[in-house]
């Protein structure tokens, strides 16, 4: 008991992180798996047992939208982790000043908010004055409707999240490569290790577990893209860009029906939980720096 109390001041400081944990964390989840279990009506919220997945697993609008939010995440976690290791590997050898300078300079794009990047970059696919077709225009080339044509849609949409999303990997890898303790590099230089060499075969074993951070947090992230959908593409066209996130925003803020939304939720996330768990098991190592 007297130990409990020694560390009274330590609870109550994480009382109030606890509380809204709890409240805004924990109560929201719990809430949308019970609603995944119900249908609304103008009389309140009537109990359907599992009727929301058997129409959800019956729907091909919802393995459609699963299938382009996975090539989404796929495409955007891998290139943006080589770009970002690139990018870590080209500033490493510079000074701290330099590599201050590019690390402000590659993070500064992700400090602002993704509605605004968004709307920019719908500025800059416009295909009557957006920069991309005046460049093309330049060259006499045909202009290309970057958001308005199917096939090429979700491509521009991933371009964007590249070119903006990957400041703070950058920051955390460029870090890592920091605490890469140098006897190693001398030694391998020493016996005639060329920068290839010494990439592949001690920086990014030493960068493992960094590596099995960003790739489990990035992936997580990709699943839950919405915004930049919402307000590029709105889904489309013809449904290209209509990932799982938008696709629960549609069926609960426009076809209110939030049993259907909430259940598609639920689903997401036990999705993402099992990737995540594969990927850090699958990644994770007992290596320390």
Same mark, same amino acid.
């Given at each position: ?66 299938? =382009? ?7 955007? @976690?891998?290139? &943006?982790?080589? *770009?970002?290791? $690139? #990018? /870590?590997? !080209? ?63 979700? =491509? ?7 070119? @903006?999303?990957? &400041?703070?990997? *950058?920051?955390? $890898? #460029? /870090?890592? !490569? ?82 259907? #939304? ?28």
């Amino acid at each position: 008991m007297s130990r409990f109390r020694t560390y009274i001041p330590a609870y109550l400081f994480l009382l109030p992180s606890c509380l809204l944990f709890f409240c805004f964390m924990f109560l929201p989840i719990f809430k949308g798996v019970q609603l995944s279990f119900q249908k609304w009506t103008v009389a309140g919220y009537e109990w359907v047992g599992l009727a929301n997945y058997q129409k959800i697993f019956a729907d091909p609008s919802f393995w459609k939208s699963l299938y =382009i939010t996975g090539v989404y995440a796929l495409v955007t @976690v891998l290139l &943006g982790l080589f *770009i970002s290791l $690139l #990018a /870590a590997f !080209l500033i490493d050898p510079l000074s701290s000043k330099v590599q201050g300078f590019f690390k402000a300079a590659f993070y500064l794009p992700s400090v602002a908010p993704i509605v605004i990047v968004s709307i920019l970059w719908g500025w800059l696919y416009n295909p009557s004055f957006g920069i991309f077709n005046y460049i093309l225009d330049k060259f006499h080339l045909e202009p290309v409707l970057w958001l308005g044509d199917p096939n090429i849609a979700l =491509i521009s949409i991933m371009i964007m999240t590249l070119a @903006v999303g990957q &400041g703070p990997n *950058i920051l955390i $890898l #460029a /870090a890592s !490569l920091g605490g890469v303790p140098k006897d190693y590099q001398e030694a391998a230089r020493m016996d005639g290790a060329n920068l290839i060499q010494e990439i592949v075969y001690i920086k990014i074993p030493m960068l493992k577990p960094t590596l099995t951070y960003l790739v489990v947090v990035n992936t997580v992230g990709s699943f839950q893209v919405f915004a930049p959908i919402y307000l590029m593409t709105s889904g489309g066209p013809n449904g290209s860009t209509k990932t799982i996130g938008y696709l629960i925003y549609e069926n609960a803020f426009k076809k209110f029906d939030f049993g259907v #939304a909430s259940a598609q939720a639920v689903i997401l996330l036990i999705l993402v939980m099992i990737i995540a768990v594969i990927q850090f098991r699958s990644m994770s190592s007992d290596l320390e720096y």
